[in-house]
């Protein structure tokens, strides 16, 4: 997938830039379809609109364009044009409750429907008062996800009720889907509980919200909930430890007819010695624990340590190890360690570890 997104900037903000930007990366290499999108995001507004709290975010498809579908020719669609082996007649039965559906302009693409063409597909608005970085990054996954389809509402035509494509995958009970169509709830007025299902209803995955945004991910942990919420970009509310996708995420995304990769996240969690003042030739011992935190395994890479005598890496480093790792799988974590005599550097050391594919 190809997101059209700069030609709709209204701001030049190099941090706000930066982050639109891996963002934006981050869900061109997740989602596989052949397809470009345009998404305008707005930087405190939303399609031009101040945003009323800036420590909010908004984000929602062009419900201009938005297409009506029945529920035969969605089905047809989604075990056609989606992930292949993700529908079967336990999650698309012949009759899910409903026949009347639509789909935003970015999922028709997917499915070969026309649409207007040059049209914004969605737009979303990111507060200023995000923190730069991953938080803010974490803001964008959720909301460009909205602005492709992750939403609620319910459409009126012609005095037919028109349920979105997501409600074919909340639940109540096993076979039993919660139409509902509410896109604000609030305290006083919870939508009814209800959790994401894969399977027809049973062997639940997260719960959905029920305050807030009711096709956001339900927030802290509730006691159905098999796989760990803490750190979601499609949870109700985000944090800077939210910017990478979930499992979860990823079949939210194939649910609606998106084709995800799994894409592995390496990090690193620990890293030795770490300022520390040595003795030149003096055997030491570097390493580092990396962690994948993405939904998918990483094939074969390299992790390099160096010592600086700046606090920065730079071209003035010098390499002191470089580990090779065959594979990694998600959430595994591998420990790296090697002694290494002490160069010659005038100042105290510095460590930064790097990867690099082999």
């Given amino acids: 997938m190809i997101i059209n997104y700069l030609a709709y900037n209204d701001t030049t903000d190099p941090s706000f830039l930066a982050d639109e930007k891996t963002a934006v990366d981050i869900l061109e290499a997740t989602i596989a379809d052949n397809i470009t999108v345009n998404i305008k995001i707005g930087y405190g507004d939303f399609n031009g609109i101040t945003l009323p709290d800036q420590t909010k975010s908004g984000g929602d498809v062009n419900q201009s364009i938005f297409q009506f579908v029945d529920y035969a020719t969605l089905q047809s669609d989604l075990e ?28 028709a693409k997917i499915f070969g429907i026309s649409t207007p063409l040059g049209a914004i597909d969605g737009y979303v608005g990111i507060g200023t008062s995000f923190t730069p970085g991953a ?37 109540t009970s096993t076979d039993t889907r919660l139409w509902d169509g509410t896109t604000n709830p609030t305290t006083a007025a919870p939508v009814q509980a209800a959790w994401f299902s894969v399977t027809g209803g049973t062997n639940p995955i997260r719960n ?21 919420n803490k750190n979601d970009p499609f949870n109700e509310s985000v944090s800077s430890t939210d910017d990478t996708l979930t499992s979860a995420d990823l079949q939210i995304m194939d ?10 996240n390496l990090e690193i969690d620990s890293l030795t010695p770490t300022g ?22 990483a094939g074969s890479f390299s992790t390099r340590i160096y010592i600086s005598a700046d606090s920065t890496f730079n071209s003035n ?4 190890a470089t580990f090779t ?16 005599n002490v160069p010659n550097l005038a100042r105290p050391i510095r460590e930064s570890a790097a990867f690099g594919p082999d």
């Fill in 80 to 107: 056609k044009y989606g992930q292949p082996g993700f529908f079967n007649s336990t999650n698309l039965p012949s009759d899910p409750g409903q026949s009347n559906f639509w789909i935003s302009s970015a999922e």
């Fill in 208 to 228: 959905w919200g029920m305050t807030s945004d009711p096709s956001d991910f339900l927030y802290p942990t509730s006691s159905n909930d098999t796989v760990d």
């Fill in 276 to 297: 520390d003042t040595v003795t030149v030739g003096e055997s030491i011992s570097v390493g580092a624990a990396v962690h994948n935190y993405g939904p998918g395994a």
């Fill in 325 to 340: 790792t065959a594979s990694l799988a998600s959430d595994a974590i591998v420990d790296l360690n090697q002694s290494v």
């Fill in 135 to 171: 938080e803010r990054v974490a803001a964008l996954l959720h909301e460009i996800t909205h602005a492709l389809g992750r939403v609620p509402e319910n459409q009126t035509a012609l005095g037919s009720t028109y349920y979105s494509a997501l409600d074919l995958w909340r639940f």
């Fill in 317 to 320: 480093a010098t390499l002191l």
């Fill in 255 to 264: 649910a609606l007819g998106f084709t995800t990769r799994a894409l592995p």
